[in-house]
């Protein structure tokens, strides 16, 4: 069988011709091979040197087809992405000729086009992957694109379980996770303990506001010296154009703050293995994979009780919900965490590690097999 798959994720080419594209999503589509002879990748080529959380492809059954890089927020971004429609939907279906199924991963710019496309004009066999939240109202192009899905016949994965959900769109966990990674935790977490004063936290995603990294800095920045004390290392993975703003603002809270930028895969899960909390205070997520990346190995998640996070994130039971979204809700949990004994801590890390196996890349596979194809 011949899968097309249409992204938005970001590639790039190198100057040996090597195709590189966003580590997680390549990795996922490296293990869809067990599935598919050949896999067709259509998605957006940018320019200039990769960054570093880049990855290539191990096979050459799967194909990269380039489309511009389009999206955005501004008038001239809108323009340009209008002007590109008639070539991406050109390519889409050029691959769609030679392929059995496609996934489309949404939400996206371009999917305010391309899944109308798909839905009217292709009869090709396919299913949608949406890996935002389902709930969330806001852009309301997504909004338009989760009305189209719900609205259509063709299978739909999501994250977690929603009130009224369609038939047609299945709760999937998405995957992030080989099977011996999940083993490689399990050694992992029976052995890691609190140290005295050495609780190591980390964040990793975009440093913007949305993601939560200034609620971060605020709550780290208000609390007691006692609590400050316990703390060893604060690592910050990720990009973004205000990173210098808030490298800036962390040199005035007198902790030990490392900022990483991009990291690779295997890079972050080093980072994973040194903490005992990973902290996303989050305004708008699906179901990050970071968290089940970070818990695998015993990085016990802070997270915002929005989306499907509460679906599998139970409090105090795997993980810490955070009953708001502001820095007061923050500074509560981190008072509360990091004045626990080493043995709550334990419970924690070691609850529910049969969750896990869900997210495995060979527990996806299966369930594709079994209830979309």
């Known amino acids: 069988m011949k899968l097309a798959i249409i ?49 290539a492809y191990t096979s050459d059954r799967i194909k990269f087809i380039p489309i511009p890089a389009v999206g955005g927020h501004g008038l001239w971004d809108k323009f340009f992405m209008l002007s590109q429609i008639p070539g991406i939907i050109f390519t889409i279906r050029k691959v769609l000729k030679q392929c059995d199924y496609f996934q489309f991963r949404a939400p996206t710019g371009i999917g305010v086009f391309v899944i109308p496309y798909l839905i009217a004009f292709s009869s090709k066999k396919g299913w949608f992957k949406y890996a935002g939240n389902w709930g969330q109202v806001r852009p309301l192009s997504y909004r338009f694109q989760r009305w189209l899905l719900r609205n259509q016949d063709r ?53 913007e506001e949305e993601k939560g990294i200034g609620i971060i800095i605020e709550a780290l920045h208000n609390l007691s010296s006692t609590i400050k004390n316990k703390i060893g290392a604060i690592h910050i993975v990720g990009g973004g154009s205000l990173a210098s703003q808030y490298k800036e603002k962390s040199n005035k809270i007198n902790l030990n703050m490392i900022y990483h930028g991009l990291l690779s895969r295997m890079d972050v899960h080093q980072i994973y293995k040194q903490c005992h909390y990973i902290i996303l205070p989050s305004a708008s997520e699906g179901f990050p994979k970071v968290i089940t990346e970070a818990l695998n190995y015993g990085c016990i998640p802070i997270v915002s009780n929005i989306s499907a996070i509460g679906y599998y994130i139970k409090h105090n039971v795997n993980g810490f919900l955070l009953d708001g979204l502001g820095v007061a809700s923050l500074e509560k949990a ?14 924690l890390v070691q609850n529910d590690r049969e969750l896990l196996e869900k997210f495995s890349y060979d527990y996806y596979n299966r369930r594709l097999t079994e209830n979309v194809l």
């Open 7 to 55: 992204s938005h994720t970001e590639h790039y080419i190198n100057p040996d011709g090597t195709v590189l594209g966003l580590g997680a999503t390549v990795t996922e589509i490296n293990h869809l091979l067990h599935v598919f002879g050949e896999i067709y990748h259509v998605a957006m080529l940018h320019s200039g040197p990769a960054p570093t959380n880049m990855l």
């Open 155 to 207: 299978k739909v994965t999501i994250n977690g379980v929603w009130e009224q959900q369609p038939k047609h769109c299945l709760t999937f966990e998405n995957p992030c996770l080989t099977l011996k990674e999940i083993e490689e935790g399990h050694d992992i977490v029976k052995n890691k303990q609190l140290g005295d004063d050495a609780v190591n936290l980390c964040f990793v995603g975009r440093l």
């Open 334 to 347: 981190l008072e509360d965490l990091l004045s626990r004994p080493n043995g709550d801590y334990i419970n």
